[in-house]
Antibody
Framework: DVQVVESGGGLVKPGGSLRLSCATS????????MNWVRQAPGKGLEWVSS????????YYADSVKGRFTISRDNAKNSLYLQMENLRAEDTAVYYC??????????WGQGTMVAVSS | DIVLTQSPDTLSLSPGERATLSCRAS???????LAWYQQKPGQAPRLLIY???NRATGTPDRFSGSGSGTDFTLTITRLEPEDFAVYLC?????????FGQGTKVEVK
């Protein structure tokens, strides 16, 4: 079975940093683009970032470009999101999701990031 | 970025009734790149439909998708108790994804 498990969320002060991790199993990790999608409390979904299967190309939403860095370790079947200079508006549940035919077919349970002084 | 607008915001229906949800794009979307998700409180979204009309694995056949260009529709032919949830459309283009704001299907 496909498993996607996020970790690393928590409470951080504005301007602080946090690194999210996503551990996967049950599929050929190296064959898929992987993504981060977030959902602010009571709000809709926002795509954050993607990294292609080989890790050579990354993409970011304008709202996080220059502050967040996505990466992957194909040897560990893991995805990461390094978040810098965090703002209150980054407060959200962050989901790790696999892309397939331009949709997100498997999601983790999410990890909560709260940015507050 | 392409903006997706869903309507209505809330749909109040009874079990057994038909639900028709709309997703309108600010510019044309490839039919291959339009998907629908179901989300229940406290849970991650679940992919229902991809490529406008293809049911994902495990999606019951009472769910169907249609549309093209800028207008897309998710239809649930007969609502079951477990179908009351929020439904979101999503498009892909230019190496980025956007989501609609969601339609809540609630029990009347």
């Amino acid at each position: 079975d496909v498993q996607v498990v996020e970790s690393g969320g928590g409470l951080v002060k504005p301007g602080g940093s946090l690194r999210l991790s996503c551990a996967t199993s049950g599929f050929t990790f190296t064959s898929f683009t992987m993504n981060w999608v977030r959902q602010a409390p009571g709000k809709g979904l926002e795509w954050v970032s993607s990294v292609v299967s080989g890790g050579t190309h990354t993409y970011y939403a304008d709202s996080v470009k220059g502050r967040f860095t996505i990466s992957r370790d194909n040897a560990k079947n893991s995805l990461y999101l390094q978040m810098e200079n965090l703002r209150a508006e980054d407060t959200a549940v962050y989901y790790c999701a696999r892309s397939w035919v331009a949709a997100f077919d498997f999601w983790g349970q999410g990890t909560m990031v709260a940015v507050s002084s | 970025d392409i903006v997706l607008t869903q309507s209505p915001d809330t749909l109040s229906l009874s079990p057994g009734e038909r639900a028709t949800l709309s997703c309108r794009a600010s510019q044309g979307v490839s039919s291959s790149y339009l998907a629908w998700y179901q989300q229940k409180p406290g849970q991650a979204p679940r992919l229902l439909i991809y490529g406008t009309s293809n049911r994902a694995t495990g999606t019951p056949d009472r769910f169907s998708g249609s549309g093209s260009g800028t207008d897309f529709t998710l239809t649930i032919t007969r609502l079951e108790p477990e179908d009351f949830a929020v439904y979101l459309c999503q498009q892909y283009g230019g190496s980025r994804w956007t989501f609609g704001q969601g339609t809540k299907v609630e029990v009347k």
